[in-house]
């Protein structure tokens, strides 16, 4: 999968956690999970958790203290399917 | 081991809100509470018309489903002890509760909570609550972190 894909792909991951949709639409690698699309620091557990099941992946520890912006999302989902 | 995880709770009189635990494992959590008469909110809730309120009823669903199972859960991790210079804070990061009858003074109140997971510190349960007759009074989803974790910007 390309970085584009798992972008796009993303945004249905984050919707059900961020009111604001706008942001929502246009993420590149710097958006913050927290700060740009607002999501409630709990509910990143709820991202790696949704995002494990739908790539059918395994999220440690250590690379889920990284996913804390798209960019780093991207790089932990695409490095964990290279692994597979 | 039920009494352990009671010692454990942070909470001081007025807002304590569990009296037994009758199930514990790691999977969820049974446990009740009766309604003081005399608790602090009655008085104005309503004045001469004492009902629980809502947000106690949350309290009571997550004092009892998330934070006695958390506790449990943690020093299972810990190999059955809390360090006691380890200050606890839950922190409840989100509810979704609906509610089905109301709960007056004296009740006793059950509370049932199932484990959906615990992970990277966050506990999330499915917790509903029963008076002693068997009625539902309220359930919803539970989430809250029962240990700090150093995810960052959070």
């Given amino acids: 999968m390309t970085r584009e894909e798992i972008l796009n792909e993303l945004k249905s991951v984050f919707a059900p956690y961020t009111t604001n949709k706008e942001m929502l639409a246009n993420i590149n690698d710097q958006t913050d999970l927290i700060t740009d699309l607002k999501i409630n620091s709990a509910n990143l557990v709820d991202i790696i958790i949704d995002a494990e099941a739908k790539y059918n992946i395994e999220i440690d520890y250590d690379s889920a203290d990284k996913m804390i912006n798209v960019g780093s999302c991207i790089d932990v989902i695409s490095e964990k399917l290279n692994q597979k | ?154």
């Fill in chain 2, 1 to 154: 081991m039920n009494q352990e995880v009671l010692n454990h709770l942070p909470y001081k009189s007025s807002f304590r809100f569990v009296d037994h635990i009758t199930e514990l494992s790691s999977d969820g959590v049974i446990g009740d509470y009766t309604l003081r008469k005399d608790s602090f909110f009655y008085r104005d809730h309503f004045e001469g018309n004492p009902v629980t309120p809502g947000v106690i009823i949350t309290e009571i669903m997550a004092q009892i489903g998330l934070v006695v199972l958390g506790i449990y859960l943690l020093m299972k991790d810990n190999e059955g002890s809390l360090t006691a210079d380890e200050p606890m804070f839950p922190l409840l990061t989100s509810t979704e509760v609906s509610f089905h009858k109301m709960v007056l003074p004296g009740q006793k109140v059950i509370v049932t909570s199932e484990k959906e997971y615990f992970r990277f510190g966050k506990l999330k349960c499915y917790v509903e609550m029963h008076d002693s007759a068997g009625d539902i009074v309220a359930k919803g989803m539970f989430s809250g972190i029962v240990k700090k974790v150093e995810l960052k910007n959070g």
